[in-house]
């Protein structure tokens, strides 16, 4: 089993409110990212860290911010939420010694009325 | 465009039957991964195929990989109606063209079985 974790599981939230979404996870690795996916879509990458006080930008444009303060923790926050907004946020987690498997979190469905 | 894409888009067979699915790329990689996802889950990571390697197993699982073509296909032996998901097959690019540091992913190939 994935020791991954995302909270919420699912969110509805009215425009213009701030959100974040949770992201931890236990194994230890630097190496963590942030993924879109819009149903029966790919993933885009939008962002991901190296480690701690690392983030940087994938390759999907995204008007969220991420933050890396423990090795452990990379939540992403939405500071004024749109209904373009609305899709799946995946956090994954690698072992940062070269591209190898992502172990993913379940996933947080966001939905902006 | 698109750097790995899954064909077909989507498969429906009988319990039993096996299921192929196939997966193009355009520029050389280090290594080509395949996940499975259930509706509305995570992905899990099924089997990595380094460069140099052009076959591995793992239980009902056997993926090829041929470098020549930047093709790999994953074959599901003995298909379950647990198997009903969608699979993508991510690529490790030798050179990301000053992009982002992670997998490219593509669309995914939903699989559905039959009971």
């Known amino acids: 089993e994935a020791d991954i974790y995302q909270t919420p599981r699912y969110l509805v939230i009215g425009t213009g409110k701030k959100i974040t979404l949770e992201c931890s996870q236990t194994m230890g690795h630097d190496k963590m990212y942030w993924y879109q996916q819009d149903p029966g879509m790919e993933l885009h990458l939008i962002h991901y860290s190296y480690g701690v006080n690392s983030t940087e930008k994938g390759d999907l444009s995204s008007e969220s911010t991420v933050s890396r303060i423990r090795t452990e923790h990379f939540p992403l926050t939405l500071e004024s939420a749109r209904p373009s907004h609305t899709s799946q946020y995946l956090c994954a987690s690698s072992e940062y010694k070269y591209r190898g498997p992502n172990t993913f979190g379940s996933g947080t469905r966001l939905t902006v009325v | 465009s698109q750097q790995g894409e899954e064909d077909p888009q989507a498969l429906s067979i009988q319990e039993g039957e096996n299921a192929t699915m196939n997966c193009s790329y355009k520029?050389?990689?280090?290594?080509l991964q395949w996940y499975r996802q259930n509706s509305g889950r995570g992905l899990v990571h099924l089997i990595l195929?380094?460069?140099?390697?052009r076959e591995k197993h793992s239980g009902r699982l056997r993926v090829t990989l041929d470098t020549s073509k930047k093709s790999s296909s994953l074959l599901i032996t003995a298909s379950r109606a647990a198997d009903t998901a969608s699979y993508f097959c991510a690529t490790d690019l030798v050179y990301s063209g000053g992009g982002a540091d992670g997998l490219t992913f593509g669309k995914g190939t939903h699989l559905i079985i039959q009971p």
């Open positions: 520029t050389s990689i280090n290594n």
């Open positions: 195929i380094r460069s140099n390697e």
